[in-house]
């Protein structure tokens, strides 16, 4: 079983930064693909990046160039930098975590980008 915690939520300006953590705990030997999804009110689940255990990356066009995913193999940590946010950036962001065929999410945690 393993366990998100998100953090790092909140408001921002546009054109501002902000930086989404996720941490993860439990009984596990090792984490496959973490990433973050983003669920707009009225609006399906989506991606916003991913990076797999070869720290690979993978970013929706709506975002690349803005947006950096990052990892801590160490600590069981994934982040994302948010950079250049728009106000169409704002969703509930979800951790997400993959270990063999399991799939984990977080509780989600609320970005809203506004003046």
């Known amino acids: 079983q393993v366990q998100l ?19 993860a705990s439990g009984r596990f ?7 973050w999804y983003r669920q707009a009110p009225g609006k399906e689940r989506e991606l916003v990046a991913l990076i797999t255990g070869r720290s690979i990356t993978n970013y929706a066009d709506s975002v690349k160039g803005r947006f950096t995913i990052s990892r801590d193999y160490a ?14 950036d ?16 977080g509780q989600g945690t609320q ?3 506004s003046s």
Not at 6 to 23: H, M, N, T, Y
Not at 29 to 35: E, I, N, R, V, Y
Not at 90 to 105: F, L
């Open 5 to 23: 915690v998100e953090s790092g939520g909140g408001l921002v300006q546009p054109g501002g930064s902000l930086r989404l953590s996720c941490a």
């Open 90 to 105: 704002t969703a509930v962001y979800y951790c997400h975590v993959q270990v063999g065929s399991r799939i984990y999410w």
């Open 29 to 35: 030997f090792g984490l496959d693909t973490m990433g």
């Open 75 to 88: 600590k069981n940590t994934v982040s994302l930098q948010m950079n250049s946010s728009k106000p169409e």
């Open 111 to 113: 970005v809203t980008v």
